[in-house]
């Protein structure tokens, strides 16, 4: 039996943590601009684990980094933890952490939401640097957010993702795939982030992995009471994990639906029938294998 965070039983208090409120993200293109998120609104409680599906260019990542406050939002407000993410001029709001300023479109990401906000990458060896070793991969985000007893949080953190000691002064290359998004999931909580974007954290894995990682991901959201944002092509990822889903399509969010609706196929509109298909074909091929064939 599958138990998605934020099921019936776990720690969500239903304040929002996350809000996506007429979100419109526009980038200039060669030939004028285009808009990769259109009028996109949604919340995720504190402690609730909320899914974004849809296909490649649907809009899922953007929707993640403008929470980073690192695209041009053309339209709409964000916020995180009651702070708005984006806006130049709201550091006299104050917050849990101070003000999450970012500085508009220019890419800079104040301090406490880059602390609060922590981000899971598709590709681990991508994301990881190459010629730092897991020791100075961990550190490195504690110096920034000038967190001290460094040695006893990377200790901590790598047992927590159950990678033992020996990881600690090993490279990218000398680690497995899940080894790597296990060091990722670790540099991203060794801060203590209150919400986890993950985009993809599973695709680029070996199937017999994916479970291990996406069994990981639950434990520790729940130990930690995360709130957790996930992107996925995959309805079965996203129900392994989450108690409700977005469904996007052309940069539009154009359903939300609770898990329970999606596993009763109670869904309004075609195009979540077609990913619910498309995952159908998947269970049937790799489910079994990877051990998320509950999760719809
Ligand atoms: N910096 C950019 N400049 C111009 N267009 C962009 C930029 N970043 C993304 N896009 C476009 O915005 C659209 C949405 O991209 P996004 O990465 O959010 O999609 P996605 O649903 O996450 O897909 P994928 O799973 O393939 O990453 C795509 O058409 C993409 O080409």
Do not use: W
């Amino acid at each position: 039996m599958n138990h998605p965070i934020n099921s019936a039983t776990n720690h969500a208090t239903g304040r929002a943590m996350i809000e996506v409120d007429a979100l419109t993200v526009r980038f200039r293109t060669k030939t004028g601009t285009f808009d990769a998120v259109r009028d996109a609104s949604f919340q995720v409680h504190a402690g609730e684990a909320f899914g974004l599906v849809g296909e490649s260019g649907s809009g899922k990542s953007t929707v993640l980094r403008a929470l980073t406050g690192l695209v041009p939002v053309a339209g709409g407000r964000l916020s995180v933890g009651g702070c708005a993410v984006g806006t130049p001029d709201h550091a006299e709001h104050g917050g849990p952490r101070g003000a999450y300023r970012t500085s508009g479109t220019s890419g800079k990401r104040d301090r406490s939401l880059q602390r609060d906000v922590q981000m899971v990458f598709q590709d681990p060896y991508g994301s990881l640097h190459p010629r730092f070793t897991v020791d100075q991969t961990l550190r490195e985000p504690l110096a920034i957010n000038r967190l001290d007893r460094e040695d006893e949080r990377i200790a901590a953190a790598l047992r927590e993702v159950g990678l033992g000691p020996a990881f600690r002064f090993r490279y990218p290359h000398q680690l497995s795939g899940g080894q790597r998004q296990r060091v990722a999931i670790a540099r991203a909580l060794i801060v203590e982030p209150r919400v986890l974007l993950l985009d993809e954290p599973t695709s680029a894995l070996d199937v017999s992995v994916q479970a291990e990682i996406l069994n990981l991901l639950r434990r520790l959201a729940r130990e930690r009471n995360l709130t957790i944002l996930l992107v996925s092509h995959n309805l079965a990822v996203i129900g392994f994990l989450c108690s409700r889903v977005a469904v996007m399509r052309n940069g539009e969010i154009v359903e939300e639906l609770g898990i329970d609706a999606v596993r009763a196929q109670q869904v309004r509109h075609a195009y979540t029938r077609s990913l619910l298909q498309a995952t159908a074909g998947y269970r049937r091929d790799a489910a079994d294998e990877i051990g998320v064939d509950a999760a719809l």
